[in-house]
Structures are given as C-alpha cells and as structure tokens.
C-alpha cells in the first residue's frame, strides 16, 4: 500500500507520481510528513451595503489535508534520472503540481497514512513559498482539499 503518494490522474493508471514511503528503498525518501486531516465547513462570504460581512454555510464539509514537511531533499527531476511516475522530494514536487496538474486547475489522487484507498484532493496553497535551508533542504507546509 501506498503512504502519502500522490498520483496523477486520480482513480487511473498514474502517468505522474510523488512518492514518500520506503517505495523506492532510498532511506532519503523515508519518511512521513506531520499531518492533518479536518473537515472544514463550506461557507459563502456575503458583504452587505453597509460593509459588514456574513458567512453562510453550505454543502457537505470537504477534509483539508494539511502537510508539514520538515528537512523535505531536493530530489531530482532531471531526464533519465528518474520517471514521471516515481518523482521524489522538491523537485519531484515541483515537477508533479506545474507539469500534472497545473497547481489548482486538475485534481489528483492522495494517499494519507493509512493508504487505504486513494483520495481525489486539488492543491490549494503552500508549495510556491518553501524556503531552501542549509544542506539544500526544504520546509513546507502543503495544503490539499478533497473533491467532492
């Protein structure tokens, strides 16, 4: 089973894929993210004449992923280095939200820690602002929204 993969397209053969667990047997790439999964109630945002806002309510509550990355590695994207379907790291990351999914426009299959069955999510924010520390490592936080 697979442990926070993403794979794209969602419920198909994966032409891309990011890979977190111990598939492949690199122990760089070992490892999980701290993470987080609540639901958040949909709501519309409605501003009066007079300025004053109003929330409302509506449809079922989509989960938000969110993704913590500490000491996430560069990884490697380069031709003939690795496939689209097993990218690694940032720049696997990279790869996989401009080239698969355009960053918001389509969205793709998640598993979290459990890997039990496959989640449609859509990228929502986070992976554009990662700093770069000392060693080449990444910091991130990602966040995903499930489809429904």
Do not use: C
Request: hydrophobic share 40%; net charge negative; charged share 20%.
């Amino acid at each position: 089973m697979p442990i926070f993969q993403f794979s794209f397209p969602f419920d198909g053969a994966d032409t891309y894929t990011v890979l977190f667990d111990a598939a492949p047997a690199n122990a760089t790439y070992n490892w999980n993210p701290p993470y987080q999964a609540n639901p958040q109630a949909r709501q519309v945002v409605r501003e009066s004449v007079d300025g004053s806002k109003r929330g409302y309510s509506i449809g079922t509550a989509p989960r938000l992923f969110v993704l913590n990355f500490r000491a996430l590695p560069v990884g490697d994207n380069s031709a003939g280095a690795v496939s689209q379907t097993t990218l690694l790291g940032y720049l696997g990351m990279l790869e996989f939200f401009t080239d698969a999914t355009d960053w918001a426009r389509l969205p793709f299959g998640f598993y979290d820690h459990e890997g039990a069955s496959e989640i449609e999510v859509r990228y929502v924010r986070g992976f554009r602002t990662i700093p770069r520390f000392a060693g080449g490592l990444y910091s991130a936080t990602i966040v995903l929204e499930e489809e429904l």
